[in-house]
Structure formats: structure tokens, C-alpha cells
């Protein structure tokens, strides 16, 4: 079993459309938990990070967070072209004593003009 | 001044033959990593060292040998190439081992082994 999953995509949607991406983990005693933006062929970006259950919200993006369903989610509001990207969901664990982020597979988003 | 750098950015071989990949960091970070991505972009931790020091290896073949000559760099050795080991791979570094959470990559060096 994957310890971070999320729907590949990819998820077309229109300009000015909000944009939800979903995330789900297997490690219950997860606390910290991020999202990468990915431009193609370019290097990831820390763009959101939510420790705590519920909302948070920076400019046009929102993170949300319910540990007890174990579900992170990216709301991206009023979408742009410019927002055409793979956004990556990672969570804070442990690998051999150390601390080690652990990636989804990345949702592919499309905005159309 | 790039943060993170590695060199090269792209890499062809042929199975069987060794490489290396370089990377830099002038950010005065104190840990790095080596993470590959594969072509279904699933990046995946492969090594951690924390000034100079070893502290994640993921069960990664030891034909990968990784090395630290000081905290700044961190290089990775592949000895006799495979096809499975085409993939992106991507130097990272953070500010100490708990700053794992905001990662600074390099720009990636796409590995083609033919």
C-alpha cells in the first residue's frame, strides 16, 4: 500500500474555475503535511504546508486537513493558466530514525484558457 | 545565484557504464538528499546526509553510492547502469534534519540509459 495517494489526473479545468485536488495517507501519526507545485520539466515548490485539522488559506490557494478521514485536499480558486501544473502531496514521517517526506504520485492540472 | 545546483542536467549512457551526478548547495544548509522521480512522477527519498553524515539510505542498490565531501555538496555515483535506473533525479537540501518539511530542489538531472 502507497503511503501517499492522489488521483493522477489529468484535471482540466476552465479559467476562473476552482480547482480541487485530493490526497489521501496510510501513516495515522502523521502531523505535517505539504503541497508541491511541479511545472513540466522544472524542480518542485513548497506552495502549501497545514499541521492542524481544517482550513487554511494563502491568496487563491486552500489547504484542508481532516486526520480522522486521514485526507488532505489543495483548493485552488479562480484558476489561471498559469496554475498548469503536477501538484504533489507530501507527508512528514519517519525512515531508519530520521524524518522523510513521503510523495504522492502527483495530480496533473490543466487550466484552459 | 541558484540555490541549489546540480550538474549535469541531462545524462545519456549506455547500460553498464558508471556516472556521476553533481550538486551544490549555497544556501548554508546542513542537510541534503538525492530523491528520483520516475516517469510517473513519483519522487521518492533514496539518501539524507546531515553534515557529511549518513542518516536516511532507503533500500537502495549499492550500485547508487552517494558522497559528502563536505555539508555544501552531496554527489551520487552509479555504478553499472541498468535501464530501471532512467528517471529524474533531484538533489534537495533543507535547513537541518526537522526542516525536512521545506525542501529546496536543484533542477533536476534527467538520467537516459540506453
Known amino acids: 500500500q502507497k503511503e501517499v495517494e492522489q488521483n493522477s489526473g489529468p484535471l482540466s479545468v476552465p479559467e476562473g474555475a476552482i480547482a480541487s485536488l485530493n490526497c489521501t495517507y496510510s501513516?495515522?501519526?502523521?502531523?505535517?503535511f505539504f503541497w508541491y507545485r511541479q511545472y513540466s520539466g522544472k524542480s518542485p515548490e513548497l506552495i502549501m504546508s497545514?499541521?492542524?485539522?481544517g482550513d487554511k488559506e494563502d491568496g487563491r490557494f486552500t489547504a484542508q486537513l481532516n486526520k480522522a478521514s486521514q485526507y488532505v485536499s489543495l483548493l485552488i480558486r479562480d484558476s489561471q493558466p498559469s496554475d498548469s501544473a503536477t501538484y504533489l502531496c507530501a507527508v512528514k514521517g519517519f525512515s531508519a530514525g530520521a524524518n522523510n517526506l513521503f510523495f504522492g504520485t502527483g495530480t496533473r492540472l490543466t487550466v484552459i484558457p | 545565484d541558484t540555490a541549489v545546483s546540480q550538474t549535469p542536467k541531462y545524462l545519456v549512457t549506455q547500460m553498464g557504464n558508471d556516472k556521476s551526478i553533481k550538486c551544490e548547495q549555497n544556501l548554508g544548509h546542513d542537510t541534503m538528499y538525492w530523491y528520483k522521480q520516475d516517469s510517473k512522477k513519483f519522487l521518492k527519498i533514496m539518501f539524507s546526509?546531515?553534515?557529511?553524515?549518513?542518516?536516511i539510505n532507503e533500500t537502495v542498490p549499492n550500485r547508487f553510492s552517494p558522497k559528502s565531501p563536505d555539508k555544501a555538496h552531496l554527489n551520487l555515483h552509479i555504478n553499472s547502469l541498468e535501464l530501471g535506473d532512467s528517471a529524474v533525479y533531484f538533489c534537495?537540501?533543507?535547513?537541518?534534519?526537522?526542516?525536512?518539511?521545506?525542501?529546496?530542489f536543484g533542477s533536476g538531472t534527467q538520467l537516459s540509459v540506453l
Open positions: 534537495a537540501s533543507s535547513q537541518d534534519v526537522t526542516g525536512v518539511e521545506k525542501l529546496f
Open positions: 497545514i499541521y492542524s485539522n
Open positions: 501513516d495515522r501519526g502523521s502531523q505535517s
Open positions: 546526509y546531515n553534515n557529511k553524515e549518513l542518516i
